[in-house]
């Protein structure tokens, strides 16, 4: 279960990505409002990276496709995984199933946007790679190390902050 959470969550933190990375160099925002999206570490992907309005018109161009060759976000899904975690009695076959098949959908939508920022990617010039590969490892450090303070300072849960006795 934890996999499926994991790649989830994954999927879903790649996809707020990838839209903010666009909205970046663009204005526009992927998701239609700063509320929907939460920002993520990698939220402006180009930041610090000069770009020319050729490249800029290009990387427009790229993310206006990938919104039309994305599989939309199966709602019914959502309603269907809400109505199982709010059940009377959890079921977790129902659940476990579910999470998957929600699952499956997800990482058809981060293999889509992979290709999307490969695309960008290569649109860039070797010195602004270059940039970008050292941002991506600046970034990567970071999160090391909000992993290690995580692995340090494990959180337990007593049976009074849980409210159960």
């Keep these: ?19 903010h990375a666009a909205e970046g160099v663009t204005g526009d925002s992927w998701h239609g409002s700063e509320e929907l999206a939460p920002r993520s570490t990698q939220s402006h992907m180009f930041d610090g990276i000069s770009l020319t309005e050729q490249q ?11 919104r039309h060759k994305l599989p939309p976000v199966n709602v019914s ?6 109505d199982l975690v709010t059940a009377q009695k959890f079921d977790e076959s129902a659940v476990r199933a579910q999470a998957e098949k929600m699952a499956q959908e997800q990482v058809a939508r981060q293999v889509e946007m992979a290709r999307v920022r ?3 990617y290569h649109l860039l010039t070797p010195e602004q790679q270059a940039v970008l590969h050292d ?3 600046q ?18 849960l007593s049976s009074s902050s849980t409210g159960s006795k």
């Design 1 to 19: 279960m934890r996999i499926v959470t994991a790649a989830v969550m994954a999927s879903t933190l790649t996809l707020t990505t990838v839209g």
């Design 56 to 66: 800029r018109q290009q990387l427009r161009d790229l993310m206006q496709q990938a």
């Design 77 to 82: 899904e959502i309603e269907t995984m809400h």
């Design 118 to 120: 490969n695309q960008m």
């Design 135 to 137: 941002k991506h490892q």
């Design 139 to 156: 970034r990567i450090n970071q999160l090391r190390d909000v992993a290690k303070m995580q692995q340090d300072s494990p959180l337990t």
